[in-house]
């Protein structure tokens, strides 16, 4: 039987390598024909995963992974979008929210009035003071988020009144519903993030970005439910460099190859069941680099309610944890009590307008995230006292109709959310070996390449970051074929 | 009869002067009776002036030049007059006020709801698209804040709401109020703002920095009205290389200078009745920097009221300008129009949480500064229309019982208020030149050094910079002392 031979093989039907797909057929140099993408799950996206509406008892659907288009001022991933002018696929005044209130936040003892307190110009002090003191030179050593709010409010007593300096510091563990993990582990170093611009939250789901990809590719050309599994990058068999054997036995030979694989999946032992091998073995500097990054646990928490019982004004909710002596990131091995942990919580009646969608979308962090993936049922005991904080105005809380979790670190081939720097994690250096744009790095000069929002600065951890090392690895193989 | 001769010259006693005497004088290198500060005015602080409380129907001093400590994460004179740790002098807790809750925004149809709105997050987009459309590369044109902002709507007329487009702008003309000239002058490039922290309100009046500093200098060394006309800086005829003549005909003799005078004195005519004569003249590259930078005219107009009609809990009110065709630059010579340019406003009631501190303090730019400064008895007919927007619930507008404006565009020795970037200004050339640390640049090797708030990046146009440039004056002469 002859063995499936193609130009370029992708590995992983994720955004990264669903663009690196489209680009690669929109150049003239391949064609859908030329390539092939082999993906280990039974459905295209990855980490994009809008839920299917009969999951849900009010008739909508959830975006269970990635939701926001980030950073508007350099989202190339929303400009094509919209340049592709298509109601069908996406209409931004239609699908797009502006989520970008001034968030609402709450701690145990109700709302928390952020202007009166004046806590907003206290929070962004903290966190241009954190800027400063690590990049006032470049051997400042890296210590916890946790650690250098404590820092700052040691240095900055004086200007602080007790009400700033009990809540700042919890305040700006919403940070942990950006990188999923808490603020015991987040690198202080590299906890403030420079956003350009706004988010855009996709009313419609991110199924629509990877319904306008996978138009560019015919479906065979798609497998699903297909884990690599080996990676002979020596291959001496045939015209073909490369030879990829799946979980199945199966081999498909390639030129080129696009890995997407998330970094938790790279970070595997070959020998574990859902890690590659490679053959050779990759070299160190990749090893070392991969041993260099953490990988974060970003989940979500969809309670619907027969009808909303709170503020159906505010779009987005913080709700803050209390001063406890619990170690964070500690595993949970049972229900922790509630205000462990900040919660983040989007208010779909507000986003949709109205209040028939009622549900409220809840961002958690590693540690509860595994938690709560594993026992969905415990969720709503855990955040029910702190939800009952967001009661409107002569309402009381009442139980939902219908929980939804996402299930990502229970997902053998995800882990996990997204790449998440700890304390004295390295940035860069994965991303440098990753692409080995320079001799000594990386999988120099062969003609594999990585893409995913963990090979890219710009856009790192965010769909338009995974997006755009789509089309770098794209460009350059068709820069390199000759 | 002898000229009087000191090791030391200073030109200037503001907080530079001042500042590098107090150094001076600390240092083991020098006493008090090696330094001789000349001052051309009839008191000591330069731009730094608390008004006197008999100027006041309701007992209160105002600053009328400086009256706030800025980027409180880096400000050496506020960690010093804390250091100082005397009552007398400065108690943060007490003469301290953070005026940093979210401004309230009026405009001619009444309050703007910025939360409502989301223009909290559209401005700060918008001042991050700034940033980044300059520094993309080195070569981009400067344009105007004007212009830039026009750029921005342009490109991004999808992601705003037509009220949005309508108020983004004037909001971040904010800025005209920072800078002291309108926004059509503004230099794009240089408008947006990195700030080290939270401002702090000096409740005391700056007059209190002043005394402070001159408690290291016996009186007699400060000779006040004593404008210097001619600066020889190749003195032949005895053993001081710099001799002084004032515009009396008094000479001064020196080995080390210090000149602190205003930026726009530097910028006059030597010819010119209050221009500094060099002999021999200022180097070209001198003369070329001072022509890349121009000089603003930040001013204040002070309405104390019997009673306040205002909203007495908010401490900052910015009132829009109205889209209008004016050229704002263009000079004044009769009052305009209410709403011609935006007014920045501090309640004095709330700063000082009394209602008996009836007062409202109004930030003015050029040109608006220069009329008022010659007119004050026009300032209410212009403000009032605007003013009236702020009157709290029930309450009506009521005429002023005393209003004070400051004179810095009338006073000769300091002709406006601090250094200012037009569009295609060079913000560090003059610097570079002033400080002439490097061979080559302004008069490098030379007993003279330049201090001032023109002459320093971190801290330009503010206190802490003009303080900051007169302890590195004075370390200059310290370590270059033989």
């Keep these: 039987m002859a063995m499936p031979s193609n130009e370029i093989c992708i590995i992983g039907a994720g955004v990264a390598g669903l663009k690196a797909a489209q680009a690669l057929v ?36 959830y975006d269970l992974g990635a939701a926001w288009f980030h950073d508007l001022l350099s989202n190339q991933t929303l400009a094509d979008l919209i340049a592709a002018n298509d109601p069908d696929i996406f209409d931004v005044g239609e699908d797009g929210y502006f989520d970008n209130k001034d968030r609402k936040v709450y701690n145990q003892d109700g709302p928390v009035n952020m202007i009166e307190l004046k806590l907003n110009r206290v929070v962004e002090e903290m966190e241009k003071f954190i800027e400063i003191y690590f990049h006032d030179s470049l051997d400042v050593k890296d210590v916890s988020l946790s650690e250098i709010i404590e820092e700052y409010k040691r240095q900055y007593d004086v200007f602080l009144t007790p009400i700033q300096k009990k809540l700042s510091g919890q305040i700006l563990r919403y940070l942990e519903l950006w990188y999923g993990i808490t603020w015991d582990k987040i690198s202080g170093k590299y906890a403030i993030m420079d956003h350009h611009g706004r988010d855009l939250y996709n009313k419609r789901g991110y199924k629509t970005l990877i319904n306008y990809l996978c138009k560019s590719i015919p479906p065979q050309q798609i497998h699903l439910n297909t884990q690599v599994k080996k990676i002979n990058r020596n291959n001496q068999l045939n015209d073909y460099n490369i030879a990829l054997e799946t979980a199945n036995g199966e081999v498909f030979l390639c030129n080129y190859l696009v890995v997407t694989v998330p970094q938790s999946v790279l970070q595997l032992d070959p020998k574990h069941p859902y890690g590659l ?23 979500k928490v969809v309670f619907e309610f027969a009808t909303p019982w709170w503020d159906l004004n505010e779009d987005r909710f913080l709700i803050l944890a209390s001063e406890n002596d619990t170690v964070p990131s500690k595993q949970i091995t049972e229900s922790p009590p509630p205000f462990t942990f900040p919660a983040y919580v989007l208010n779909y009646a507000s986003i949709h307008k109205s209040a028939s969608a009622s549900s409220l979308v809840i961002l958690t962090q590693s540690p509860l995230t595994e938690y709560l993936e594993a026992h969905p049922e415990k969720a709503w005991s855990y955040y029910e006292p702190m939800l009952r904080r967001l009661c409107a105005h002569g309402q009381s809380v009442a139980d939902p109709i219908n929980t939804i979790t996402s299930k990502w670190t229970q997902n053998p081939f995800i882990r996990g959310s997204y790449a998440a720097l700890h304390v004295d994690d390295d940035p860069s250096d994965l991303i440098i070996q990753l692409l080995a744009q320079f001799p000594g790095t990386g999988l120099y000069n062969c003609p594999i390449r990585f893409a995913g929002e963990h090979t890219i600065s710009d856009g790192a951890g965010c769909v338009h970051g995974a997006y755009q090392s789509g089309i770098d690895a794209a460009n350059w193989i068709i820069d390199n074929k000759v």
Excluded: M
Aim: aromatic share 6%.
């Design 26 to 61: 929109d150049s003239t140099k391949f064609s859908s024909k030329d390539l092939v993408i082999l993906e280990a799950q039974d459905y295209a996206g990855g980490r994009l995963l809008t839920s299917d509406v009969k999951e849900s008892k009010l008739g909508l659907k």
């Design 277 to 299: 091998e490679w053959n050779p073995p990759l070299p160190d500097r990749i090893t070392d680099a991969l041993s260099s990054i953490h990988f974060g646990a970003l989940g």
